[in-house]
T-cell receptor, first 113, second 114 residues
Framework: AQSVTQLDSHVSVSEGTPVLLRCNYS??????LFWYVQHPNKGLQLLLK??????LVKGINGFEAEFKKSETSFHLTKPSAHMSDAAEYFC???????????FGTGTRLLVSP | SQTIHQWPATLVQPVGSPLSLECTVE??????LYWYRQAAGRGLQLLFYSVGIGQISSEVPQNLSASRPQDRQFILSSKKLLLSDSGFYLC?????????????FGSGTRLTVV
């Protein structure tokens, strides 16, 4: 079975500093991987996705993630945090049948002025 | 373009009362449909998914049920709510057979059982 592990439940950064949210995955096949963002009491919004094309994936709002097969990682980064980035972020992997997504437990990003 | 509607946005229900949450998708045909629950401080748990009318798969045993009476309509129900049913419920859709394209989520329903 496929799974993802988000290594940090909370990450705190100052506005203008880099963001790193870590995710490791487990998959027997070439996975599809995603990052979603959820603002308080809102639905989830797709930030970016990796589907076996370029290993460096660029998403919305300046976020990007790099697929590293040797490290089974798909970390999310942003060069400079903005206050509006404060939210919960989910790393997600698709199952082998591509019918269901498996979510990580989430990382809450806190951004201070 | 495709849109997903989910209602109500918030709901407060007493223990033992029934529940019906509705989700509809516009602008696509034969989507895969999903119900997720997010309990306080926890990740998302897949409750049900459907690949077609009348076809429901349940992921976990629970006090809830789901139905898909029409191609783009997905309903989450309960006959008698429990306190443990409180949470944030999210409906989502994906292109049939293409979960690797990602899901599109509705805006969610905050359910509080009192």
């Amino acid at each position: 079975a496929q799974s993802v592990t988000q290594l940090d439940s909370h990450v705190s950064v100052s506005e203008g500093t880099p963001v790193l949210l870590r995710c490791n995955y487990s998959s027997s096949y070439s996975p599809s991987l995603f990052w979603y963002v959820q603002h308080p009491n809102k639905g989830l919004q797709l930030l970016l996705k990796y589907t076996s094309a370029a290993t460096l994936v660029k998403g919305i709002n300046g976020f990007e993630a790099e697929f590293k097969k040797s490290e089974t990682s798909f970390h999310l980064t942003k060069p400079s945090a903005h206050m509006s980035d404060a939210a919960e972020y989910f790393c997600v992997v698709s199952d082998t049948g591509f019918q269901k997504l498996v979510f990580g437990t989430g990382t809450r990003l806190l951004v201070s002025p | 373009s495709q849109t997903i509607h989910q209602w109500p946005a918030t709901l407060v229900q007493p223990v033992g009362s029934p529940l019906s949450l509705e989700c509809t998708v516009e602008g696509t045909s034969n989507p895969n449909l999903y119900w997720y629950r997010q309990a306080a401080g926890r990740g998302l748990q897949l409750l049900f998914y459907s690949v077609g009318i009348g076809q429901i798969s349940s992921e976990v045993p629970q006090n809830l049920s789901a139905s898909r009476p029409q191609d783009r309509q997905f309903i989450l129900s309960s006959k008698k709510l429990l306190l443990s049913d409180s949470g944030f419920y999210l409906c989502a859709w994906s292109v049939a057979g293409r979960g690797n394209y990602g899901y599109t989520f509705g805006s969610g329903t905050r359910l509080t059982v009192v």
